[in-house]
């Protein structure tokens, strides 16, 4: 397992991804995609957007990120969307209360206080209250991390929204909130979807777009950032049909993964125990990052509380009318809810390997090598001419024009063979193409494959179908 600081390194050098405005210091909790990092995250979205929306029973939409206050207030968010939050008096630092107590158990725990630890988990799990989250932090003596004192305000809901104001006016009628998931853009489009689409019980509505928390503890790189990006999709079914559709959605997203390459040992199920307010069952996928097991999605079966918060806050009807069976209800939802930034991250991860690997002369040297799926990959391949004279660059360079037409595509004429071998290999390139002497002479080329390092030689006119065989395209 490598650490999760050297896979931030490799971004960062490489230009997947960058602090935001970094110039000025930065921004917490927000990150930039570089020129790699964006053909990746394209990739990304590409392939689940064809997953997804490429069948008889999903279209996609692409709502508002602003959207009218009163949706926040149906679904839940205004008033429930909130995590519990501490003050420390002296070092003004705010903290999450339930995870202050967390840390304070690990501590426990390391101090081989384990009655202490698991007594005070116990009481974790009961609590009811604000109030109770404070009672603890006071019965534990828990400190301030930062100022080691023990000064802390009462525990108070923090709403994770952003707010933000409509037209000129700063007043309360004129607050909007920046969405906090993109799910609700497609629940108030309901009806125009069923009655433009004409699509009959089951179906889905998918949609890609950013989302925005005032998460307290950003951390992780990618993996709780304050602005993100998520691919959701909601599938309306007739009510008492959902556990099918559920385990349905729920082998359909894990095999997505594994389709693309993720390593099933680091992926595994979560059942929730504590449903969110709006779920009768829910279960993430989660993946063993560097720092522990993470949720990268969420497969959530959110019964009929979506549409019908809508239809009593906005009085307009959100049924389906079966023409078949006269029958009308609010359909219930199955809803798949991932984190395209923090999926992204978790198949960095997951493709990141150093090996040993011969070089050119036979010795051996490490590789970095980003064994990512090659359709996610954010270059495809790579051109080279062997060496810089008779006639090999201008040839390489004629071919790399062809093929960036179809593929994303690099042209490196830089140092030797095996190093741009092994710069390609640390961005995750699937193939390298390289014009030599015989090229010149008989029209072929060889092209190497990434992760076996085994060369075929194609003849020119091949390339791009050897590719696209290759790609599954
Ligand atoms: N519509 C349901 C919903 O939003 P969620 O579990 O809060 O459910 C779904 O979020 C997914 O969105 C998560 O599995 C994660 O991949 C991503 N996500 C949520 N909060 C995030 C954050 N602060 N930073 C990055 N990704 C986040």
Redesign the pocket.
Known sequence: MYKLETIISLAKRRGFIFQSSEIYGGLN?CWDFGPLGVEMLRNLKEEWWRAMTYRDDIEGVDASILMHPRTWEASGHVSQFSDPMIDNKTSKARYRADNLIEEHIERLRKKNKTIQADELENKLNDVVELTDYFNLIIEYEIPDPVSGTKDWTEVRNFNLMFKTFVGPVEDNGSVVYLR????QGIFVNFNNVLTTSRQKIPFGIAQIGK?F?N?IN?KNF?????E?E?M?MQYFVKPGNEKDWYEYWKEQRWNWYLGLGMNPEKMKFKVHEKL?HYANMAV?IEYLFPFGWG????I?SRTDFDLRNHQEFSGKKMEYVDTVNNERYIPYVI?T???V???LMAFLCDAYNEEDAPTESGAMEKRTVLKLHKRIAPLTVAVFPLVNKDGMPELAENIYKELHKKFKAQYDTSGAVGRRYRRQDEIGTPFCVTVDGQSLEDNTVTIRERDTMLQDRVNISQLESYINERIGQ
Do not use: K, N, V, Y
């Open positions: 909790g906090p998931e993109s799910a989302a928390r998460e950003t990618l993996f709780r950032t304050r993100f998520q959701e969110a993430d949720e990268i999605e969420g959530h809803e809810s991932g984190g930034t923090r999926s």
